[in-house]
């Protein structure tokens, strides 16, 4: 068992910004452990709280000081110890006097790898009380704050004013200065329910004083579920359940220390209007709960929390709802005024908005993004006439005064004018379709017009942010590339589209002509010195597409060495890679895949030493063995070329593994490189028969054992 104590810290402050509140707290806690983990302090576990008002970190069975060590330090060889008559040379008394002692204070190491000074200390661990001071201060000086502030005459800066701070280690105060504040065991309740001082006298009583005497819970998720239950509870009582997203709920629990329910209502004339304009208006400018019915149409009402636990609610209610009115009113009037135009008719006003400047206008992105979707659908055989109008109307929607004032509706608005405007439904889905998937693991776009869309929209961004040079670097991913990328990808495999990517980024290249004002240098910076920079951005696409490939191949679970031997032989279509990754991750299940992966790469070698070109007809063979692989791979060739047009790998690579045999018997009784030349090259040609056989699919011998 641990001889240790609790330790509490906690800062209070100003309201903290509700959005970054939980960060702030995981943070906070992850620094302290670390910290105290580096200083060799042991404890049993940590807990974080979080509300409106205050950071704190309580860590259990803290030790209450750092294990004594020893240290060792090695110094010069016994050989360079001494000079040559005797007495210690400069080496070795340098070494002592930087160890903080004499020659004849140092000790000799001996190893199997010769012998060494050596200087050993024993050092004492210190008290914990003596090293928690620095560690506070450290974890809360890392802390991830864009924007640090001064207030009054202090000097010392936070995310918020802070008023006091509690740092208590057993029953015992540390005393010590943080942010310019004496720890103490003084912390504060509910700003309005219990303003007092409270006292805290050990730690393990911290949650339990703050919800009983100071009307603060101080646990984030005990809050979180609580607002989660209370949200559904107010919404049963009229006939309902509350849609309750996760970024709001967790921006409610920041903004509440005692969450009250609040249900309110408003004018059922407004639920005319698109379900997601009311939802979007009540959540974000209002931080409501909206209701729906069972078959999840809303209803006329909102569940809001307040931070008091007032005898008048009805006050609080009637007060939500006069505030919510003329939001729903300012909707319901974009609703009404945009749907005076068609989307079709705000074409125009596409050209004076600039997309990025060397890129030309939404316009000019409209028009490619128009010839990159006829492009996809001739290639998968779709209605080039809708992927055409799709690309044509896709950013029409950010011109309407619903989407300027809530620019999360866009495609969502842009669906719903569409169908006004008597639009094909498939191109209305599409609109809303081209920014799926919005996030990681959400869905792709689920229609065939929608896909293109997507693909198109992303790809040209890809492409011409990349041709203008401002490419990704770091964490640096201002236009969001690598999220389109893998964007990209999804939407090609999930939905089992033969797309040829290389090809595609190709014909997105040459859609774009970067203004003549970009700079010679920018141009240059990524052309490998060449003076056209065409090829270059789309092999730097290319490239930049398969990593992110890469690391969704390992996501699904995929190795390293299985995804190096499907790139080695270069598919286009990332679909095709995925099943030809699918067959190879199978084929090494089987009891031939090591020897084969073993042969492969024997044969590779032999190959590569070799002048035999691909293709090289086999001539006159005179042993039983190789005649007899000679005739099993003519088989192979024969039997394989169905299931290669049919892309069924796992049944070709199954075929190839009834090779092992007649390959192993080969190399136990046939010396390849033999003295007589024309023999040789009919038994290097068998060879490149076999590798490229193995090759149609993927390159097997970079399968490790």
Not at 264 to 282: C, H, K, N, Q, Y
Request: charged content about 25%; overall charge negative.
């Amino acid at each position: 068992m641990i001889n240790g104590k609790h330790l509490l810290f906690e800062l209070g402050c100003e309201e903290l910004p509700p959005k970054t509140l939980l960060k702030l707290s995981n943070a906070l806690r992850s620094n302290i452990i670390e910290a105290l983990t580096a200083a060799g302090l042991s404890f049993t576990a940590s807990k974080a709280y979080a509300t409106p008002r205050r950071l704190a970190v309580v860590i259990e069975n803290l030790a209450t000081a750092q294990p004594d060590k020893t240290i060792e330090k090695r110094g010069p060889a016994m050989q360079a110890a001494f000079a040559a008559d005797g007495t210690p040379s400069k080496a070795a008394v340098g070494f002592a006097v930087s160890c903080g002692t004499t020659f004849d204070k140092l000790e000799r190491l001996t190893t199997d790898k010769g012998e060494w000074l050596v200087f050993t200390q024993n050092v004492k661990g210190q008290s914990t009380e003596n090293l928690i001071p620095d560690i506070i201060r450290h974890s809360i000086a890392a802390l991830p704050i864009a924007k640090r502030m001064r207030w009054g005459s202090f000097s010392t800066e936070f995310v918020r004013p802070v008023h006091w701070a509690v740092l208590l280690y057993g029953g015992n105060i540390i005393k010590t200065e943080i942010l310019g504040l004496e720890t103490g065991t003084a912390t504060r309740g509910h700003r309005f329910h219990a303003p007092q001082k409270l006292t805290i006298n050990k730690p393990e009583d911290y949650p339990e004083a703050l919800f009983k005497e100071g009307k603060v819970i101080a646990d984030f998720e005990q809050r979180k579920s609580i607002i989660h239950a209370a949200a559904q509870k107010a919404a049963l009582a009229v006939n309902g359940i509350a849609h309750i997203e996760d970024e709001l709920l967790e921006e409610v629990t920041a903004l509440n220390e005692w969450p009250v329910p609040v249900t309110g209502s408003f004018d059922p004339r407004f639920l005319d209007l698109p379900a997601e304009v009311l939802i979007t208006t009540m959540q974000t400018n209002q931080k409501y709960f909206p209701v729906k019915n069972a078959v999840g149409g809303l209803l006329p009402h909102f569940i809001t929390f307040s931070n008091i636990d007032s005898s008048n609610l009805q006050s609080i209610r009637q007060g939500n709802e006069r505030v919510v009115t003329p939001r729903l009113s300012d909707a319901e009037f974009f609703w009404k005024q945009d749907r005076k135009k068609r989307l079709e008719e705000r074409l125009l006003s596409l050209s004076s908005i600039i997309f990025q400047e060397n890129l030309g206008t939404l316009a000019d992105k409209t028009e490619r993004v128009e010839n990159l979707a006829a492009y996809i659908a001739t290639n998968i055989n779709a209605d080039i006439d809708l992927a055409k109008r799709a690309a044509l109307l896709a950013k029409t929607d950010l011109m309407t005064e619903m989407v300027g004032e809530f620019g999360n509706l866009q495609g969502i608005m842009g669906r719903y004018y569409a169908l006004a405007d008597n639009e094909p439904a498939e191109v209305a889905r599409a609109l809303e379709e081209q920014y799926f998937p919005k996030q990681s693991g959400s869905p792709t776009p689920p229609s065939t017009t929608g896909q293109i869309l997507a693909i198109a929209d992303k790809l040209d961004t890809l492409v011409g942010i990349f041709k203008v040079g401002l490419i990704p670097t770091g964490d640096k991913d201002p236009y969001a590339l690598r999220r389109a990328a893998l964007g990209i990808l999804r939407t090609i495999i999930e939905n089992k589209l033969n797309i040829n990517i290389v090809e595609l980024i190709r014909f997105a290249n040459d859609q774009i002509n970067p203004s003549a004002s970009q700079s010679g240098s920018e141009v240059k910076r990524y052309a490998n010195g060449s003076i056209d920079d065409e090829p270059t951005t789309s092999d730097q696409v290319i490239d930049f597409i398969f990593d992110r490939l890469k690391g969704y191949c390992f996501d699904q679970g995929y190795s390293a060495d299985e995804f190096d031997a499907v790139i080695a032989v270069t598919p286009a279509e990332p679909l095709d890679f995925m099943q030809r990754l699918q067959a190879v991750k199978a084929f090494r299940q089987l009891p031939q895949a090591e020897s084969l992966a073993a042969a492969n790469k024997r044969i590779r070698n032999i190959l590569k030493k070799s002048e035999t070109a691909p293709g090289a007809q086999v001539g006159q063979l005179i042993e039983a063995q190789e005649k007899q692989l000679l005739a099993a791979a003519l088989q192979s060739d024969k039997d394989i070329q169905p299931l290669l047009a049919q892309r069924d790998y796992p049944a070709m690579l199954n075929r190839l593994a009834q090779l092992r045999d007649d390959i192993d018997a080969f190399f136990d009784h046939v010396m390849v490189m033999t003295e007589d030349a024309e023999l040789r090259a009919n038994r290097l040609a068998l060879l490149s028969m076999l590798s490229e056989q193995f090759l149609s699919c993927a390159d097997i011998s970079r399968l490790q054992s």
